[in-house]
């Protein structure tokens, strides 16, 4: 039998409700979200009832789906099921080393509060966004980057779609472009060109803050998205170039299979990293909890049928 990994959901996935369901459900879910509360109050209430506008803040949004993220996967520990293996796209894989015990909760919860406000300060000064770029490769896509000033390919989901950074003033000529070779642009819910040199100033400023905190060796293997390889020395150091390094999200998955894991658990908001899963490789399974009737219904599965 293969090993199970927890993906943690990143940011651009949050909706309002999300949470609520598990914290009414789970002791393990309750707790961290009464721990956020107690560091940065109104968490829970901005999960459970804020508007989309609010969360789409990066300022609200990593927190916020941070706590789910960690709620669903305490959820289903708590239900027995214990990962081998675990990845976070972006914010998730902070979430990621606060489930793995890098981080305890409430450094967790802290260290992602100023990581929000590092990055949304990053991106209002460099005014810059992000679009999905489907159907074309990586190959086109660097080269339509190359025709615009400031404009990165950053994450690398799967076959076919590829992330760009870009300055918001570029945008609508940027997606034209895509259209014109073939492709199709799609903005993100995000309020910053992320993972790229915009947040050159926000990694500097993790790095000073990451250097006054206790960051233990992960107790299982934590893919980074900054190598697509188990966290290993010079954790700090990883963790502040995350935000300014591309996302190899394929290879990260390509890698844990790679590493034996053939089943693949999304926890937090929405399906994101379900569907791209399936893309990357249809073999495995994958299951996504984001309530605890999922969290049910993943354990069951897990323990009943090997994959």
């Not at 804020?50 to 289903?76: F, H, K, M, W």
């Not at 890098?102 to 000064?125: H, P, Y």
Request: glycine share 8%; net charge negative.
């Amino acid at each position: 039998m293969g090993k199970v990994a927890f993906v943690f959901a990143g940011q651009g996935t949050q909706y309002s409700g999300m949470g609520k369901d598990l914290y009414e459900n789970s002791p393990a879910a309750r707790e961290v979200f009464d721990r956020a509360d107690s560091i940065r109050p109104g968490t829970s209430n901005q999960c459970f009832s804020g508007t989309l506008e609010e969360l789409s803040q990066t300022i609200n949004t990593q927190p916020c789906v941070l706590c789910v993220d960690l709620a669903a996967a305490r959820c289903l520990r708590e239900l027995g099921i214990q990962p081998e293996a675990a990845a976070g796209f972006s914010l998730g894989e902070v979430a990621a080393l606060t489930f793995a015990g890098a981080f305890s909760t409430d450094e967790g919860i802290r260290f992602v509060c100023k990581r929000a406000e590092f990055m949304q300060d990053a991106a209002e000064k460099s005014q810059s966004a992000m679009a999905a770029v489907l159907k074309l490769s990586v190959e086109q896509v660097r080269s339509l980057c190359e025709g615009f000033q400031n404009s990165y390919p950053v994450n690398f989901n799967c076959k076919g779609q590829t992330v760009v950074a870009l300055p918001k003033s570029e945008m609508d000529a940027f997606c034209k472009e895509v259209q014109n070779a073939g492709g199709r642009a799609v903005p993100l819910k995000v309020s910053g060109g992320f993972h790229s040199p915009f947040m050159d100033e926000a990694s500097d400023k993790l790095l000073l803050e990451l250097q006054e905190m206790d960051v233990k060796e992960p107790e299982l293997p934590v893919y980074s998205n900054v190598d697509a390889k188990p966290y290993g020395e010079g954790r700090r150091n990883t963790i502040a170039r995350q935000v300014n390094s591309p996302v190899y999200w394929q290879k990260s998955v390509e890698n844990m299979i790679a590493d034996g894991v053939d089943t693949f658990v999304e926890v937090g908001p929405g399906k994101t990293l379900t569907g791209l899963i399936r893309k990357i490789s249809p073999q495995v399974r994958v299951l996504n909890v984001e309530n605890f009737s999922d969290a049910q219904s993943a354990a069951e599965e897990i323990r009943r049928q090997p994959c």
